[in-house]
């Protein structure tokens, strides 16, 4: 009988013997000691070979070469692990996994791998699988990722800007050393966040910008800034601060339609004022006994009319004024013979009759007018020739006859205007194709005719105007083929005489006529063609061109316009549609 020890021998040796025979199912051993089985000769899976860690920027790319089976079959594909300094795992790499067939040049080749972690100190592992196996080299040496900085550029295109016109302010954010930014942008104006402009979010490829686009409704300074809202990875940023002056547009003086291109009036409307703070319209209503009352959008131009939207005022009201300091409206009534007077309330712009609420004037008063320095207002009285003349209490705005009560004009006076240095007064006269001229004394405002005390100026002479500069005057003339006649004025003793070109032509029965107030430009209205003359004025001749296009459309039979005080607006009552048309000004 054998001993105990030598059948244990002899059951190992057969056992090795058979783990030998061929095609016996033989086991597999990783290099970490993992096993496995398959129908292979005993083979070993090698660690990653090589693996280093590089920084560039804010990215790591970790690098190492290929693991193989038993140095003949590639691995399947390898994961990457990221530790920190001190070695404690902090998860997979962004990169990770790594198929095998990303090898360069193939899978028997090198790998990488791309990290983007945050600001800190790393070391890398790589593990290379296999079927159930896996293996993994040693750690790679540390390295150390920066802080990302960031930084936010502002421009604005058009810089300068216009008012009206559209600004884009373009933030242009960049991460250095490299990185794409995942925050929002802000837009300030002084500090103040710009409405609409708020947490833009950023373009989605290089270069990263947002935008902000607005326009501004008066000029003046604005310091722009734009802000980078960043995260933990990168850091806010705020760009230099951009100054923009923003300008009123140098005017072209054409005229465009609102929209809505008119209001409604009441019948057969006639003249037209706005109130020096550019709030309130008033329009005269030829055709009934009424004054529209309208509040302005300093900035859209746009009317809206007032409750109620109409005062009495008298039969067939005809041409209204308003105060230099906003406080009256004063209006002639044409077959009533008197000159209406309002109180107007600054806030709202409603106007409410004086007590007494007219004072008596010539016959047929058509157009009227108030000095510039708001002490006298005159009344050019169509059927008695005559110009009634009073003094204005500034604290009441309740008016007063002068002594004389009246001075002679011509035949079937219709406009009168006074020069804004306060020195004399001009009135058409329809039916005698004149205008009679007047020098004003500047203490008590009484008028007296120069010398000669008329000059010839045409068919129809209907409305003037003068130019702020005083240089000029130019006469609406309403025969069948409408003109403008353009007169020079003798600014030390306020005599007209003819420019060398004595005409430009206008519309069928030009009727009213208005100049801007910077002097560049001249319109005129044509009650034959239902439109508006549009002409530029030269400020060293005086000469008229004409804008393109030429003219404008309006309603029916227009007849009274004006030009609002900041000039960015005209309006001009029709008095066929008993309505006012409304037009911006560039």
Not at 21 to 41: E, I
Not at 42 to 60: F, H, I, M, R, Y
Not at 451 to 477: C, E, F, Q, R, W
Request: charged residues 10%; neutral net charge; contains cysteine.
């Amino acid at each position: 009988m054998l001993k105990r020890t030598t059948w244990l021998a002899i059951v190992a040796v057969t056992v090795a013997i058979a783990a030998l025979a061929p095609g016996s199912a033989l086991a597999y051993f990783s290099a970490t000691g993992v096993s496995g089985s398959a129908n292979a000769a005993l083979a070993k899976l090698s660690a990653p070979g090589s693996p280093q860690a590089e920084v560039s920027g804010t990215a790591v790319t970790v690098k190492w070469t290929a693991s193989t089976v038993n140095a003949t079959t590639a691995a399947s594909s390898y994961t990457v692990e990221r530790y920190s300094s001190g070695g404690q795992e902090l998860g997979a790499a962004g990169c990770s996994p790594v198929s095998a067939s990303a090898g360069q040049p193939n899978a028997f080749g090198s790998f990488s791998c791309a990290d983007s972690p945050a600001a800190g100190t790393y070391k890398y592992r790589v593990t290379a699988h296999y079927k159930t196996w896996a293996t993994a080299s040693a750690f790679t040496a540390t390295v150390t990722v920066a802080a990302a900085s960031s930084s936010t550029a502002l421009a604005a295109t058009p810089n300068p800007a216009t008012t009206g016109q559209q600004v884009t302010y373009t933030a242009t954010v960049t991460i250095a050393p490299s990185g794409k930014p995942t925050g929002k942008v802000e837009f300030f104006d002084a500090g103040t966040p710009i409405a609409g402009c708020t947490a833009q979010t950023l373009s989605s490829s290089s270069p990263y910008t947002a935008s902000c686009q607005l326009s501004y409704s008066a000029s003046g300074t604005h310091t722009v800034t734009a802000g980078f809202l960043g995260d933990a990875t990168y850091p806010s940023s705020t760009s230099s601060p951009l100054s923009e002056t923003v300008t009123a547009p140098t005017s072209s003086g054409l005229l465009t339609a609102l929209s809505p291109a008119s209001v409604a009036a009441e019948s057969g409307t006639a003249r037209v004022v706005v109130s020096p703070d550019g709030k309130s319209v008033y329009a005269s209503n030829r055709g009934g006994t009424t004054v529209s009352q309208y509040v302005r959008n300093p900035e859209t131009g746009k009317l809206t009319a007032l409750s109620p939207a109409s005062v009495t005022a008298g039969n067939s009201p005809e041409g209204v004024v308003v105060s230099p300091d906003g406080k009256n409206v004063y209006v002639s009534i044409r077959y009533s013979n008197t000159v209406a007077q309002y109180s107007r309330n600054s806030e709202t712009g409603k106007l409410t009759p004086l007590s007494p609420a007219t004072i008596e004037a010539g016959n047929g008063p058509i157009g009227i007018a108030i000095s510039a320095d708001g002490k006298d207002v005159y009344a050019a009285n169509s059927t008695s020739e005559t110009v009634s003349q009073y003094s204005r209490n500034s604290e009441t705005g309740r008016l007063t006859a002068l002594s004389p009560t009246k001075v002679a004009a011509g035949a079937n006076a219709h406009g009168v205007v006074l020069s804004a240095d306060g020195k004399n007064a001009y009135v058409t006269n329809y039916n005698a194709g004149t205008v009679s001229q007047y020098s004003r004394n500047q203490s008590t405002g009484a008028l007296s005719a120069l010398s000669p005390a008329t000059v010839s100026v045409g068919t129809n002479p209907h409305d003037l105007a003068i130019t702020k500069d005083g240089k000029n005057v130019y006469i609406a003339d309403s025969a069948s083929s409408g003109v403008v006649r353009q007169m020079a004025r003798n600014q030390e003793t306020g005599a007209l005489s003819t420019l060398s070109h004595a005409t430009v032509a206008a519309g069928e029965y030009s009727e009213c006529i208005a100049i801007s107030p910077n002097d560049e430009s001249v319109y005129v209205t044509s009650f034959g063609t239902s439109y508006v003359s549009q002409y530029a004025r030269n400020a060293s001749t005086g000469e008229l061109t004409a804008l393109k296009p030429s003219s404008i459309a309006t309603g029916s039979e227009p007849e009274g316009i004006v030009v609002s005080p900041e000039g960015n607006s005209v309006y001009v009552t029709s008095f066929g549609t008993n309505s006012i048309s409304q037009f911006s000004r560039f």
